[in-house]
């Protein structure tokens, strides 16, 4: 099955940092868009990172802005997403995925994106 598997998770303290990683298994991310969703609870999965298919023109929920970045490696085909500053409100499972588009720049739109992982869990305590 096509699909990314996303790891990293953890538990943190408010302020601390985690590294997520995902790598795709059944596809090349050649042509994609890629992106990290995440579900709080009681909540819907929102779009919070994404870039484009030649790795510039990021785009980031306002939530996140300036705390958390996002790269990728095509050879790997791997996703990354470094979080800093995290805060309690960052409290979700975590998910990659991927949008083939032809277009240099990406969407936070949940419903374009593909072979979604299983997720990773993000615990932030106050």
């Known amino acids: 099955q096509s699909q990314f598997v996303e790891s990293g998770g953890g538990s943190v303290q408010s302020g601390g940092s985690l590294r997520l990683s995902c790598e795709g298994y059944?596809?090349?991310?050649?042509?994609?868009?890629v992106g990290w969703f995440r579900q709080a609870p009681g909540k819907e999965r929102e779009g919070i990172a994404c870039?484009?298919?030649?790795?510039?023109?990021?785009e980031y929920a306002d939530s996140v802005k300036g705390r958390f970045t996002i790269s990728r490696d095509n050879a790997k085909k791997s996703v990354y997403l470094q979080m800093n500053n995290l805060n309690p409100e960052d409290t979700g499972v975590y998910y990659c995925?991927?949008?083939?588009?032809?277009?240099?720049?990406?969407?936070?739109?949940?419903?374009?994106?593909?072979?979604y992982g299983q997720g990773t869990q993000v615990t932030v305590s106050s």
């Open positions: 870039l484009s298919n030649r790795g510039d023109s990021p």
């Open positions: 059944g596809f090349s991310l050649d042509y994609m868009s």
């Open positions: 995925a991927s949008h083939p588009t032809v277009r240099f720049t990406c969407a936070l739109m949940g419903a374009l994106y593909d072979h």
